[in-house]
Every structure is written in C-alpha cells, then in structure tokens.
C-alpha cells in the first residue's frame, strides 16, 4: 500500500471471506470472534480460525483487526480480558471494542494490544479522539452521520487515526445509540443482536427509517482530501462474492485516485443495493431521497454475480541462497516484508552425480502452498558438492515461514483479573430530564421532588431560572457545531447554570471548560462497574446507567450511580428527519409528529436542536413499584407540566401509572 493512501479495510464474516478480501486487495480485514462482537448472527470466527486467519493475514502482509465492540456485563470481564490475551497471541493486530470499562481493563493488562474505538463508541469530533488517545486507543471509526466538512476538521484536529465508512449498510440511528431493538424487541443491538426493525414497513406501507446503502465510490476524491486513515466497507453479513467484488473495485479506484465510472457504480449496485446509494450524510444532503429498501430486481442481479472462487493471489518475493563447502546452506527470502536468511545443513563433497544449478533452483521454487511467488532466484554456489531434496526444502520452508511471520510484535500479557467488590450505591440523587421549557411545572414542589433538573441547552434561555436548572447537552456535537455549542454552555454558565448532564465522552472537556459539574447521561451505555468506575474516575460527577440493565444488574453496580425509573425511552437518535416522512412540519414543531409500525402502536417524535429526530418509546418505563436503590432519574420527554406532576404524586404513594408502561427487566 502506497503511504500516500488511506487504509482499504475489508469485512469478513467466515475463513471465505477473509480469503475474497486479501484477493481483492485488501490492507485490512476485520472479523469477529464467537463472542463479544457486534454482528451475533455472523458465522464468526473460531479460536481455531482466528489463528489461521491472523497467520494468513500476516503472510501476505493484510492486518488484522478483531471486533470486541458490544457492551460487556460484569460477569463477561474476565471473559473478554482472556478473549483479548488470546487474540494478542494469536498476531491479531487490533481490537474493535466500544466498552470503556472493557477497554481500560485490555489496554492495562496488554498494553502491546492496539485498541480501535468501534462507531459503537459514538465519536465523532476531535474532542473524542483526544479522549481515547489519552486513554490508549490508536484510532477512532467516526460517525456514518459525518459531513465533509467535519471530516476534513476531525481528521486535521485528531491526534489519533481516524476511520470512516465508505460502502455498505446505514443504520438510519446514529451507531451506539440505538434501543430499539433491544426495547421493543428483546435483542439488544449495542449487544450484537439487532432484530433490524427500521427496515419494517409502518402502518402506511411505507419506510420511513430505511435508508439506502452508503457508497462513496463517486467520492474518492473528496476522501483522499480528507486525510482520513482508513477506508471501511460494511459487511460481516455478507458473502464471498460481495466482500471481492465491492474491495476490488475500490482497490482499483484508490489506486488511480479517481472516483468510479458508470460501469463501476453500476457493478457495486449488482452486488448488493437497496434502491441504489446514497452519500445523504457525507454531502449534507439529508433528504427523503435517502430513503430506501431491497428491491426484487436488486435480489435478482446479486444472484447474477459470478461467485467468489478462491484466494489465487501471490505475493512476489526474491530468493537467493548460498552453497559452499564447509559453510551451512542459506536461504534468503526477501520482500516487501523485509528480509530473513535460514540456515541449513552443510554440503558434502560429491561422489558421484554433484548437485548442480537447475535442480537446485528447481527446489527453490518450490512455493506452491503458500502466499508467495518467488522471482528468478539468485543462487551462489560451488561446483561438486551434494545436498539432499530435503535438506535443500526444509530450509526453504524455513526461511519462507520466518518472512511470513515478519511483523509479529512482542507479546505482554496478564489474565489477572479480580473483580472490585464495590460497596453499594449510597447515591440517593434524584434527577430529571425535561424536554421543553415550556412544560416545567411552575408548582415547588417539582423542583422540591429534585436535586437537579437538566433542561436541553436550547431550552435554557427559554426557562425562568431557578437555581436546580442545569443543561444538557446535545447527544451529537460535530465539529462544525462546536463553536455555537460552547457560547451557549458559556451563556448558561453566566446565567446561573452549574450542572450539566452529558452523554459522550467527547464532549466532556467542552463542559468541563464551561465550568459545570458534568454528570453523565444514559447514552454513555454503561453496563458494568469498570466502565463506571471509569467515568467516574475521568471527569464525570455521577452517571445514569444504562436503560438496557436488568434489576440484578444494575443493584450490582455501586458508586455514584443512577437508574431510569420514569420515562419514554428514545429508541433512536436520528440526523435523518423521521417526522417528514410519517408527519409535517407543523407537527414537529408542536410536539405532535410519531411513527405509526405495522402493528399500529405509536411511536412519539421530537426535535433535538438543531435538526436530529428522537424517535420514543410508545409507553414509558415504570418503576414506582420496585425502586432501585440508589439514585433515580425521571426523563419527561412529551408529558406536559400536568401530567409531571400526576406523575410524582403515583410515584410518592407507589401508585401505577394511568396508562400502559413497560418495567424494567428482573433477569435477562
């Protein structure tokens, strides 16, 4: 690969396609193992593959990158960290991980394993890349969302590598912050187990939360101006066929620098569309044209593509060796890789029948099992002298396995693992969300219920102020966002704010700058006591744990902790307007837009300033009757002031809630 250019990194969901992607011409493939990774219903890889993989790879001179990047439970961390030990032995070159109490634990207990932040992570601005750079990551997958514009800013500002999607599959939801699935359905996609249900119809027929796959072949240009690191095509779940076809063409571009040709784009869209592409995100361009869904002729022309036959591709290497008397035998095998000799056994002084220059070259070519195709060998060697087929192959087998192995690192390893026992929370924090100004109860005793309220840095200005007001931040602040962001937090400061309830690591320092005790929200996706520890530990005042917990899981977790006890969970966070498709204009604004599903159940939407769509849960968690210990939280998100109140006065008597609700989990 050309260090002018970006990094092509390849999906791979089984041994085939691993294969299909070197093929292509891959730089990089990624892949998961049997657990822990992103893509449950992928055939996955075995411990056993992972070895062959990760030696393949190194052979011809591909990384290796492992998907570590679903939320972990306290039970699974021993797990991971041996899962982590194997694959640093194994050769693999770096973890794709999402879990910052996961992460901290890998990166303290094998600090020679790089660690890559998943787009699970939700980062998306050079604030969060200087996070995970502080904290050992050598590389962060940025947003699907992401602009040009803001590319081109995060990769100047980054201190670490930046990656980017450029083909395959959009979740119309920014990555690691999807619940509905998990929610609605019962199989958690931040746990690797999406049901998919933004691909459904609605009750109209139509689909609303289903966007055409992403293809930045006719942007290649642009992406190359960028300085992004690495170039990722989507597709653990798709085959052999599809893995070759897509890399090679994009191989092809990267190395003429070009965008793609009609016949080009016409041959990506036969391996696999959904009514075509789009590049909405990249160029700004965030429209219905978006939309779409996989199509019969799309189906139709996949199964035309001539299938993917195996790894023909060989890698060129010289060979030279040596032969003379009373010396060792050598060969040297040199090539990209760099250059490695092996030693043999010494000649002997023929009899009869010496060994002469064209069967010892004959032997020397012998490459046939493995990645390499040796050039024309250089060979030194004496007249009369002898050395057996054998002795002549085991040491070119030698030195071809010591070049294929070149590039392993030194391996530091520790499985020592005890969990913390920490004490239970004493935390009796009572905090809540409100999402419009407008809908504060004016009655004290709703500030009295509360030690603080967090109101969305937009609707700050719009309240009157009272001195358990704080902010919240937006769930997504991208580069070009962050000006009007910090003048605003700087406002609310001068105004009397004092705490604010933020849900990224990249946007802690921003707040923590303003001047506000920063709490941490629910979309930091915490499921175990390292990953609190962690928060807690690098800047945040407390955190609200994850809603996908169980009962169990969240009572195991101690220390300045909360749980959602009321509230419509937001299922999706979308750049991706939802009320235009299932609504209007005028209903947005007023609060009144919602997705109806095939089933007829009705989904709220609201407006997150500027421009994002909350897509909520149809019924509002409830936890009046069972009680978590520790500290709560109250997320009202369309309940008007009224109804806040109605909602207190059930909750402080035990009461259930007038209307339908879901609880939260006993076991999982």
Known sequence: MSRSLPELLAPAGSMEALCAAVDAGADAVYFGGENFGARAYAKNFTREEIVEAAALCRAYGVRSYVTLN???????????LQTAAFLENAGVDALIIADMGAAHLISEKIPTMQLHASTQFSGHNADAAAFLAAHGFTRMVTARETSYPDLKALCAASPIEIEAFIHGALCVCHSGQCLFSSVVGGRSGNRGMCAQPCRLPDAEGNYPLSLKDLSMAGR???????????LKIEGRMKSPTYVHGVTSIYRRLLDERRNADPDETARLAELFSRSGFTTGYFDGKITSAMLGVRRQEDKDAAHAAAPFTGLCKKVPVSVSATLKADTPFTVTVSGAKGSVTATGDIPEVAVRAPLDRAALEKNLLKFGGTAYTPLPPQIDMDEGLILRNAQINATRR????????????????????????????????????VFRAGNLPTDAAFYDAFDVVFLPLSEYPKATFHKKLGVLLPSVIFESE??????DLAAAYARGARAALCGNFGHLAMARAAGFAVHGDFRLNITNQLAADFALANGFESVILSPELTYPRLAAIGGRVRAIVYGRLPLMLLEKCVAKETSSCAACAEDRAELCDRRNVRFPILREAPHRSLLLNSVPTYAADRMPRGGVHFLFTIERADEIMRVLDAYAHGAPPASDFRRIKDRD
Request: glycine content about 4%.
């Open 70 to 80: 679903t939320l972990i439970f306290d039970r699974e961390m021993r797990e991971v």
């Open 220 to 230: 290649m240009d642009k992406l190359l101006d960028c300085g992004v690191a690495s």
């Open 398 to 433: 030698a030195a071809t396995d010591a070049y294929a192995a070149l590039g392993e690192r030194e391996h530091t390893v520790s499985t020592d693992y005890t969990p913390v026992q920490r004490a239970k929370t004493d935390e009796n924090e009572r905090t809540a969300v």
């Open 482 to 487: 962050k000006e009007k962001i910090s003048a």
